[in-house]
């Protein structure tokens, strides 16, 4: 199977410290690429050099076989992130930070009422995002990534601040979105059960 996603030769430095160095990974269609390591590791740092969002000391990723850095706007168009922190704005609601999503990337609203019933949060549709339970909040991240077209997810931590059966929902849905022949990159701390192929680059 082609390639989707591969990293070449990848280091990073912060400060004096070498977060990782000659690391390599090729990640196809319908497989999960999981980043595991302890805090301070580089694992959101790995994640962020994907999206293109920190820069490395060597090495390339590529996109389909070509270097994302000559079209970084057509890689960062099929590419949804779920960061630590959720990044919506705390005075506008639930609808509203994701109609403005809607005009970031290719996305749309349409199906949304059946999106937010599955995440069980259609009856907060109307409340500012600052008067969500953080668990909450990243059920609206999980949100922003199904309306999204984006073929690639990178998910940092995406079981902080979710109950059991958060963590079921989000195990489910990424299985969903590599059937559709998608590919997700996570950064977690915990091992994870799940039913599609996974590749792992544990970071020290």
Not at 100 to 124: K, N, P, Y
Not at 133 to 144: F, I, T
Request: aromatic fraction near 4%.
């Amino acid at each position: 199977m082609a390639e989707l996603l591969s990293g070449t030769d990848l280091s990073l430095l912060r400060g004096e410290r070498c977060l990782f160095e000659g690391l390599n990974f090729a990640l196809s269609a319908g497989e999960l690429l999981l980043v595991q390591g302890p805090n301070g590791s580089g694992k959101t740092c790995l994640l962020r050099s994907i999206a293109g969002l920190t820069g490395l000391e060597t090495g390339y990723i590529s996109w389909q076989g070509v270097p994302t850095e000559r079209d970084r706007q057509s890689f960062s168009a099929e590419v949804v992130w779920m960061a630590h922190r959720v990044g919506f704005k705390g005075d506008l609601t639930l609808i509203e930070n994701l109609r403005f999503e809607t005009g970031l990337r290719s996305a749309t609203l349409g199906g949304i009422d059946e999106i937010l019933a599955r995440l069980g949060i259609s009856r907060l549709t109307e409340l500012p995002l600052r008067c969500l339970s953080a668990g909450q909040q990243r059920r609206v991240a999980l949100a922003r990534m199904l309306i999204s077209d984006a073929r690639l997810w990178l998910m940092d931590e995406p079981f902080t601040n979710l109950d059991a059966a958060g963590q079921t929902l989000v195990v489910d849905l990424i299985s969903e979105h590599l059937a559709k022949d998608g590919a997700c990159v996570m950064a977690a701390h915990r091992e994870l059960e799940i039913s599609v192929p996974v590749q792992r680059i544990q970071l020290q």
